[in-house]
Every structure is written in structure tokens, then in C-alpha cells.
């Protein structure tokens, strides 16, 4: 039972450096989500794929770019990573867009 | 604006006693989703519960139920007989439609439940 399964866990990061967070999911779902958390805020959309071969921005999409390279798989880059951009990233899937979203373990990212 | 709020920061419940956990929400719109997710200290998100606007009848999913008053716009989060494992961080969240897509989902702050022995 993998259902979404993102990598790395942990991340520590210099200001400047760029990444790549990953994210797979094995429910055949065909929209996929990423959100960051932060302390007392909840979480908010990043990006989404509501369907193979789109995305779209979320509420705080600035600093980020997504990639949906195939049904399974929605990557996040940071290219030029902030001391901001430090938080916990969750990636998560549903059947379709409204459904009930499956997150993943999430990557906890630290930028110095 | 659409809104999700939690305003019990934390609370503690001796173990096999039942707790409510509060959500209010704000939207105008008319089709609307509720969600309830708990978040263990191991860091992962996990689906409890689902309300939609629509529906008559209060969600159940075991142990959990959904205590919907639409006309108050609250979607409160019942756990009976509480257990250890309970002990975790629960957000309340609502799907809205953003752009004419019914995708986003709108977080509450969260509540951190202690379940004492």
C-alpha cells in the first residue's frame, strides 16, 4: 500500500541552491497537488494538476515551477531556494479534481 | 472570502471519553466539501472524514462522525471512546471552487489533541 510517496524526507539547502522534490503516487488518480505547511498556517496550494499534461498555480506559487511528467509522477523544483521557501512540503493525489486528496509522508526542507 | 476556522489552539481528553473538536467555515458558495484530516507526530496527513453540502444525513466513519449545522456553518469533528493513538494534530479543511475548478482545499489552522491515560 504505497499510495503517495514523496522524496527526499529531509532536505537542508543553501540560499541559491536549486532541487527537485518528488512525487509519485500509485492510485492510477489523475489530479495531484502540492502544498506547503508552515507553523499556524495551515497548509496552502502551491501548484496543481488536476490532469495529465496540465497544471496550474495555486495561492503562493512564486519561487516554484511543477512538472507533471507522466500520470504517477508531479515534481517540484526550486530553482534558487530562500530562507522563506523553508517548510514542510506535502504532495497529495485524488481520482479527480473535488475528490478526497491522499497525501504523502512529506519532505521537510531547511534553507539557510 | 471563504474561510476555515479552528479556535482550540489544543485540548486534552482522558482516554476512552468522548471530544468534540470545533470548525466554522465561511463560503458563498452553494456546493461546497468538508474535510477532517489528523496528523500524527510522524509528520503524515490522513483523511478522516468527508461532508458534502449536500448531504442530509451527518458523515460517520467509525469512531468519527461529523457533527454538520450547515445553517451555522460549523462542521465539528466527534471522536468517541478516545484512544492513545489519537493523540495528534486534526485540521479542518473546505473544497472550493477557485478559477471554475472544484480542486483547492482551504486549511484550517488545526487543533492539537492530547489524549490522556
Known amino acids: 500500500n504505497a499510495g503517495v510517496t514523496q522524496t527526499p524526507k529531509f532536505q537542508v539547502l543553501k540560499t541559491g541552491q536549486s532541487m527537485t522534490l518528488q512525487c509519485a503516487q500509485d492510485?492510477?488518480?489523475?489530479?495531484m497537488y502540492w502544498y506547503r505547511q508552515d507553523p499556524g498556517m495551515g497548509l496552502r496550494l502551491i501548484y496543481y494538476s488536476a490532469s495529465e499534461g496540465t497544471t496550474d498555480k495555486g495561492e503562493v506559487p512564486n519561487g516554484y515551477n511543477v512538472s507533471r511528467l507522466n500520470k504517477r509522477e508531479f515534481s517540484l523544483r526550486l530553482e534558487s531556494a530562500a530562507p522563506s521557501q523553508t517548510s514542510v512540503y506535502f504532495c497529495?493525489?485524488?481520482?479527480?479534481?473535488?475528490?478526497?486528496?491522499?497525501f504523502g509522508a512529506g519532505t521537510r526542507l531547511s534553507v539557510l | 472570502a471563504q474561510k476555515i476556522t479552528q479556535t482550540q489552539p489544543g485540548m486534552f481528553v482522558q482516554e476512552k471519553e468522548a471530544v468534540t473538536l470545533d470548525c466554522t467555515y465561511d463560503t458563498s458558495d452553494p456546493s461546497y466539501g468538508l474535510f477532517w484530516y489528523k496528523q500524527p507526530s510522524s509528520g503524515e496527513m490522513i483523511f478522516l472524514i468527508y461532508?458534502?453540502?449536500?448531504?442530509?444525513q451527518n458523515a460517520t466513519e467509525g469512531r468519527y462522525s461529523l457533527n454538520f449545522q450547515k445553517a451555522r456553518k460549523s462542521a465539528n469533528l466527534v471522536i468517541s471512546a478516545s484512544q492513545l493513538g489519537d493523540s495528534a494534530m486534526y485540521f479542518c479543511?473546505?473544497?472550493?471552487?477557485?478559477?471554475?475548478?472544484?480542486?483547492?482545499?482551504?486549511f484550517g489552522t488545526g487543533t492539537l489533541l492530547a489524549v490522556q491515560p
Open positions: 461532508q458534502g453540502s449536500y448531504d442530509q
Open positions: 497529495a493525489s485524488s481520482v479527480n479534481r473535488g475528490d478526497i486528496q491522499y
Open positions: 492510485m492510477n488518480h489523475n489530479s
Open positions: 479543511a473546505m473544497r472550493r471552487r477557485y478559477g471554475g475548478a472544484t480542486n483547492k482545499l482551504i
